[in-house]
């Protein structure tokens, strides 16, 4: 499943969700790789990020209440070791900034750091494929 949230200029992917069901259901903490897509009109960066399981899915949830509140708050998500890329997500007064560190890993093994701000309207389809992702079958 890709979760795409694109503006005009701007957009960011997260893809290639390297988590498997069947072992999310163990009791040790379920580690994958999540792929992530950076474009706007002045960079581009694709990387990956080292996470847990249940890390990437509180990070949906995150999301998902703070869109729906609308309240003053964050969400991110960040590795807790190699490289500490990071992508977070912060509303405030109906607009998110959505900001990060990634490392691309494509080729040209620069950092980049990003921040953009959207309107909570360019939120509806990112927030509509969160909610077909089934967060509740990966909370076990």
Request: net charge negative.
């Amino acid at each position: 499943m890709n979760f795409i949230l694109n503006r005009d200029d701007f957009s960011i992917m997260f893809y290639d969700i390297g988590f498997y069901e069947k072992d999310i259901n163990m009791d040790a903490p379920i580690s994958g790789t999540i792929r992530v897509s950076i474009k706007s009109d002045k960079y581009a960066a694709k990387s990956y990020l080292d996470l847990y399981h249940k890390d990437f899915v509180n990070f949906l949830i995150d999301i998902v209440n703070l869109f729906k509140s609308l309240k003053t708050g964050n969400a991110i998500i960040k590795e807790p070791y190699g490289y500490e890329q990071y992508v977070e997500f912060i509303s405030k007064n109906g607009k998110f900034t959505i900001k990060g560190k990634l490392v691309d890993q494509d080729f040209r093994n620069f950092k980049i750091e990003f921040e953009e701000v959207v309107d909570q309207s360019y939120m509806n389809d990112f927030i509509k494929v969160i909610g077909e992702f089934e967060l509740e079958n990966y909370l076990k």
